[in-house]
């Protein structure tokens, strides 16, 4: 593992930098690597600092305002400031296009050619190369789209030419064509980036497939990446759900919620069965990005949350955070306002001699006197009290959070088992699965680093689709398979050339489903092969389980409309991540004990994580320690270590 | 309030209420039937005391934060608490009772913990029929109650854990949808039932006693915040009116006045002065009415602001009886919600702007601009109908501009997207932008209208517009000028025909119907407005050069780049304000 700076010109410097230390490290011929798998923030980054190129869209006559109206709601009810998000794209740079299609595809007015040539010279003129392209009904043809795409060929090479078709063919034209500019938007960004990277990957002796993660759980080819770059958009928190679906198979029967807890925010996701769930309605900003993501529910509560007392005299946390600079008081960087990792440090959960860049301990003086001055004296209560306060505050919000992601959908809680990452998650775990009932909790080897090592689990996953929207009941098998079949053909033709053989390559269909009259659908697998009719009655009769589980109600009676057909073509990439041996003792003797605050202070055995083996195991109180993280056990728990490493606290022990 | 409540037991148990609250409306939302509840979300589930005082709620459009606190104390004036038992639950839809409208059934639950009521949950929805003269329950030429729909008293449609069928049979029968009818009524019932879950385990962890006083305790945190905001305001008394251009059946211009008193932490609001009660659907009840002042004051005071009895109680309302704000018996109410009360909101603010200027919106598109078109689809021989409400430019405020295409105050449905309305219905969408330049200008900008152009397919179709502002331009506030009216016209070939702002008439086939909204009022003089700024907005089309000169004393000079002439602008500026300052 290596930890190296940023590299704020050029990202893939500080990439290049990493990959060349741990190499060293290991000491591993660069030749020798035949993969090199990457998650990247470069487009979310380019996006929300809105660093993005200068992008054109091309939309049909009479529509140029789609992307300034959006679904002409307000963000926020009462709030007479809360704005919209502006345009992605200016008006001034939208351009629109003589043309118009039809609902069922037909053309009504043939594409004004020359017009677009003018437009594309235009623009050229103008040095603007990234262009997106979203006219009315492309998702039922797309051929004045790829019309246009042929005719910037010629006119204007150099622009990289985003069609709404291809990037997302379908149907509501704010979310197409608000995925479609995203995509245009970060392309220029991500092209230039992976070039850089794969360049210098080359010049390092490198010659392994480059691999880049994307926000539907998967990875893709750096070339795809490259056209298709806002898939890449929500890669981040993809690899730590990764990661806990690997664990829930192993360790959890399958039910997980994950905990990705922060510095500033908590990233939950809940995974039933080994699956995490899928969504296609994420949003950026504000802003509607519709491709396949993993369903990933965040929240503004992280160890830099800031407490405050509000004008009614409640004590709150977040959602304003002190983030990494100057960060919470007890780092000493300035930072004076009270955070969650302060109250933590002041209750002696976190060991004050945990060094930071180049101090040797965390300022325990600093962090009681930001709780003392801005929330125990106004309140008149001791600082300890405060501290407590602030962390039952903190996890009663991400307890409400974890009962939106679950409950409100239909789950039973008792059936899960937390798994709690990220640099604070294995502090406030055990706590926050008490307040919810939940049985279990695992805290995974590496608790800071769990989102990467998830990504050693990613395969190859490309993603498709087309709107077809008809009553279950009436389609024909038929008509279905061939939607399907090009979709197939599409996916596997790109896996091959990608070096997988048929043996590795799994094809998945799903469809969009929705009662008719309704507007929102839901997901659900179809079998793969030839089609019949009892393979769609089965669909219908999951449709209207799943529907009766996430929602309380189904309607037997109630006509079934398929609206997006999708399919999602993987490549099995081999895994060869070994989990690391253990040196550790089943009995470790404590590092120390230490004076930690749970409904009063405690002298408490603290354990150095890396003496732990597997078939250690203890009742609480207890903290586990290491690198990059705490690890804190209650009274009445117990806790052990599997054989994998990690960590599984039982949060009920009779 | 001289107890000093735990902070901490405050925020987690204020938080844990609203949670109550919110997963009743999931509840609520999941196990619907009808698209009003399950897609719009028109409802609203919330927490009480057992004297009927709102302690939590989770609202999904505003115009239910004023009958949320009302319509449970009203009913226990009908209905005792003495007289409900466990396992009960209230029906009641009356509006002279709920302060709402018809199609708003609202079902009120008791919870008991170890035999000891400790708390109320409710909850409101629209359902997409109750009877009447016309599908919808919602007509625009009612003329008294009974018209709109069967009236339900305050009854027990649940004894001691046994459903009435009885009286749902009867309710059942008298309205178009039966079928939803019961599912949304089941789904009601599931929702206090998540309510009550919730509470009983609140109390069982917390203990009764803690929970009642934390009841108490929220109501009471979320009235210091209020009243510690209403006492920034300067004390005073500021009067506003603006009319309403008809009650559908005339259009006769109906006033609504409002007179804001502000002083100490309090503040004091009379409808004294607004018009008589309408023969048409417009008036708004009292619910309505409070839903306005409290959307108003939650808006201009803090947005973040808990919902429940303690904003409510620094506020003291008149709304005289008989009034287009407060009708009598039996008026009709049901489309009270489309324009009247965007204009007695356009009214507070407009008083309100007396005294917290920096605070407010000009007027905003002042209309919810509800736009039907139905027909018999050639194609499948069904009915059809598309009902949509049209946004509009958001009033400028102080220091930012109003923002574009967007609905304002009481509402805030999505759009239908074009491609949707195409593929479900015999029409073409031609066009569906902004307006540019119908927004008022200002240092600070209106929001743009928008235009919607829709050609009608097939033949036979009725096309039904209601929207205001057609006449009465939105105002401007600090010197900012007016948003441009709404207009509503059709083309049939070259020929265009204007229609009054509430119409209805069968159109032919491929003739088109196009509907302009009004844009939001300015803010601060327009010779204010930066000249960049300016220039950006004509580079983006949202001003024309013409106007930019006319309206901001900006010369734009002709090259592409849209450059600023500084020194020409700077010439301008200067005849413009002497022009002003000269006397008419």
């Known amino acids: 593992m290596a930890k190296v700076s940023s590299t704020p010109n050029n990202p893939a410097f500080a990439v290049l930098n990493g990959i060349k230390k741990v190499i060293r490290d290991c000491g591993v011929e660069p030749g020798m690597i035949n993969l090199v798998l990457h998650g990247t923030t470069v487009a979310t980054n380019a996006l929300l600092e809105q660093r993005a190129a200068i992008t054109a869209l091309l939309t049909t006559e009479g529509f140029r305002d789609i992307l300034s109206i959006g679904r002409q709601n307000r963000p926020h009810l009462y709030d007479f400031r809360a704005l919209k998000p502006p345009p992605l794209i200016p008006r001034r740079h939208t351009y629109e296009v003589k043309e118009r299609m039809l609902y069922n595809g037909e053309i009504m007015t043939p594409l004004d050619e020359t017009q677009v040539a003018e437009t594309a010279a235009l623009l050229r003129r103008k040095g603007i190369f990234s262009v997106a392209v979203s006219l009315l009904h492309a998702y039922k043809n797309p051929r004045h789209e790829v019309r246009i795409k042929e005719i910037f060929k010629i006119k204007h090479p150099g622009a990289l030419v985003t069609l709404s078709s291809e990037i997302m063919p379908e149907f509501r034209e704010y979310e197409r064509t608000c995925t479609t500019a995203i995509n245009a938007l970060v392309r220029p960004k991500i092209d230039f980036y992976l070039e850089s990277l794969e360049t210098g990957l080359k010049e390092s002796g490198i010659n392994g497939n480059l691999l880049v ?42 039910n997980v919620i994950t905990l990705d807890m922060g510095g500033t925010s908590t990233d939950i996701c809940l995974i039933r069965k080994g699956a995490p769930g899928y969504t296609s309605e994420g949003e950026i900003g504000g802003y509607p990005l519709r491709l396949p993501m993993i369903d990933i529910h965040t929240i503004g509560a992280g160890g830099g949350s800031i407490a405050w007392l509000d004008s009614g005299g409640a004590l709150r946390v977040g959602p304003s955070s002190a983030g990494a600079s100057p960060g919470p008081a007890c780092y000493g960087l300035g930072g004076t306002e009270p955070t969650v990792t302060d109250a933590n440090l002041l209750l002696g959960r976190i060991n004050r001699f945990t060094p930071l860049g180049d101090k040797k301990n965390l300022d325990l003086e600093l962090a009681g006197s930001a709780i003392a001055e801005k929330i125990a004296k106004p309140l008149g209560i001791e600082p300890g009290a405060a501290a407590k306060g602030i962390l039952t505050v903190v996890n009663a ?44 909790v695992i805290i995974p080897r590496f608790p800071g680093v769990t989102s990467a090592l998830g990504m050693l689990q990613a395969d190859v996953r490309l993603d498709f689709s087309r709107t077809y929207i008809d009553c279950l009941e009436d ?69 209207h389980l799943v529907h009766k589980q996430q929602y309380g ?92 490493g990690n960590l599984i606290i039982k949060t009920e022990v009779r | 309030m001289t107890r000093n409540p735990d902070p901490v037991t405050l925020e987690v148990l204020r938080n844990a209420l609203q949670s109550v609250a919110e997963e009743m409306g999931a509840s609520l939302v999941r196990t619907a039937l009808s698209p009003n509840i399950k897609d719009r979300r028109d409802c609203s589930t919330a927490v009480y005391t057992i004297n009927g005082q709102l302690v939590a709620q989770a609202e999904h459009i505003p115009l239910h934060l004023g009958l949320m606190p009302a319509v449970v104390k009203a009913v226990l004036k009908e209905y005792p608490l003495s007289r409900m038992g466990e396992g009960d639950a209230i029906i009641i839809n ?149 009319f309403l251009e008809g009650d559908g059946i005339t259009q006769n211009r109906l006033k609504i006045k ?103 919106t000009a007027a905003g598109t002042g209309s919810m601009s509800n736009f039907t078109i139905g027909g018999i689809n050639p194609g499948t ?53 902004l307006l540019p330049d119908s927004g008022g200008p200002g240092k600070f900008r209106g929001g743009l209208g928008m235009v919607r152009e829709v050609t009608v397919l097939e033949e036979g179709a009725t096309v039904s517009v209601s929207t205001e502002r057609n006449e009465l331009n939105p105002w401007g506030l600090a010197g900012g000028g007016a948003g441009k009216c709404s207009r509503c016209f059709l083309k049939k070939g070259t020929e265009t025909e204007l229609l009054p702002g509430k119409t209805t008439r069968t159109v032919p086939r491929s003739c088109s119907v196009v509907l302009e909204t009004a844009g939001g009022g300015g803010f601060g003089g327009p010779l204010e407005r ?17 106007k930019a000169a006319e309206e901001y004393g900006v010369v734009i000079k002709p090259s592409g780049n849209a450059e600023v002439d500084y020194t020409a602008t700077r010439k301008l500026r200067m005849q413009c304000r002497q022009k002003k300052e000269r006397p008419l």
């Open chain 1, 553 to 644: 109600w189904g309607r037997e009676d109630s006509k079934i409309e398929l609206v997006n057909l999708r399919l999602a073509a993987v490549g099995k990439l081999t895994k060869t991540f070994n989990p690391p041996v253990h040196e550790g003792s089943v009995m470790p003797e404590p590092s120390c004990f230490r004076k930690v605050y749970f409904s009063q202070y405690v002298n408490t055995p603290v354990y150095r994580r890396e003496d732990l083996a597997p078939g250690f195991a203890l009742r609480g109180p207890a903290v586990v320690e290491q690198e990059d993280a705490t690890v804190l056990i209650f009274g009445g728990m117990s806790v052990e270590c599997d054989r994998e």
């Open chain 2, 94 to 242: 009356d509006p002279y009772i709920s302060g709402s409208h018809l199609p708003d059934i609202c079902l009120i639950s008791p919870v008991y913990f170890k035999d000891r009521p400790v708390a109320l949950v409710a909850n409101l929805a629209h359902h997409v029929d109750v009877g009447g003269m016309v599908p919808g329950s919602m007509s625009t030429s009612a003329r008294e109650i009974f018209q709109e729909g069967i009236r339900i008293p305050p009854v027990k449609v649940k004894e001691g854990g046994r459903l009435n069928h009885e009286m749902l049979k009867v309710l059942a029968h008298n309205v178009r949808t039966g079928k939803e009818f019961y599912g949304d009524i089941y789904a009601q019932l599931a929702a206090n039932k998540t309510g009550e879950k919730r509470i009983l385990e609140l109390a069982g962890k917390y203990g009764t006693s803690l929970l009642l006083e934390y009841l108490e305790e929220v109501m009471d945190y979320s009235e210091r915040r209020m009243r510690s905001l209403l006492a920034g305001f300067p004390p005073g008394s500021y009067s506003f009116d603006d």
């Open chain 1, 213 to 254: 993660m994307h926000s539907g759980g998967g990875v893709l080819t750096a070339a795809r990446a490259r056209t298709e770059s806002a898939r890449t958009v929500f890669s981040g928190p993809a690899g730590g759900v990764l990661a806990g679906a690997g664990i829930s198979r192993e360790a959890a029967s399958g």
């Open chain 1, 475 to 543: 389609v024909t098998p038929a008509i279905l398979e061939r939607y399907y079949g090009v979709m197939e053909r599409e996916g596997k033709e790109n896996l091959l050339h990608d070096g997988f053989n048929d043996s590795q390559i799994i094809l998945n269909r799903s469809a969009d489903l929705r009662y008719a009259g309704q507007s929102c659908e839901i997901t659900l697998p179809v079998p793969g092969g030839t089609l019949a009719r009892p393979d769609l009655d089965r669909v219908r009769a999951s449709f």
């Open chain 2, 381 to 433: 021989g069904a009915y059809y109908s598309y009902v949509e409400t049209y946004g509009g430019g958001q009033g400028a405020k102080d220091g930012q501009d109003g923002m574009d295409g967007v609905h304002v105050n009481m509402t805030n449905t999505r759009n239908t997207p074009v491609e949707v309305i195409e593929m479900s219905y015999p029409l073409l969408v031609r066009r569906y932008g």
């Open chain 1, 397 to 440: 919000n991400m307890a409400r959070a974890v009962r939106v992601a679950s409950i409100q959908r239909g789950h039973d809680l008792r059936e899960y088992t937390l798994m709690a990452f990220g640099g604070a998650g294995p502090l406030h775990g055990a706590a926050l699965a008490r307040e919810l009932g939940m049985p279990q």
């Open chain 2, 258 to 360: 409002a007179t804001v008193i502000t002083g100490k932490d309090e503040i004091f609001v009379d409808f004294t002065g607004t018009s008589h009660q309408a023969a048409g659907p417009v008036n708004a009840t009292r619910g309505v009415t409070m839903a306005c002042v409290y959307y108003a004051l939650k808006a201009v005071t803090d947005p973040e602001l808990p919902s429940n009895e303690g904003i409510i109680r620094p506020v003291k309302v008149i709304v005289p009886e008989g009034t287009l704000v407060n009708p009598s018996y039996p008026a009709p109410v049901a489309h009270a919600n489309i324009n009247t009360a965007q204009r007695i909101t356009d009214v507070l603010l407009g008083a309100l702007a007396q005294a917290v200027p920096h605070r407010v």
């Open chain 2, 530 to 546: 930066e000249p960049g700024v300016v220039r950006e907005d004509v580079l983006d089309g949202l001003v024309s050069v013409e």
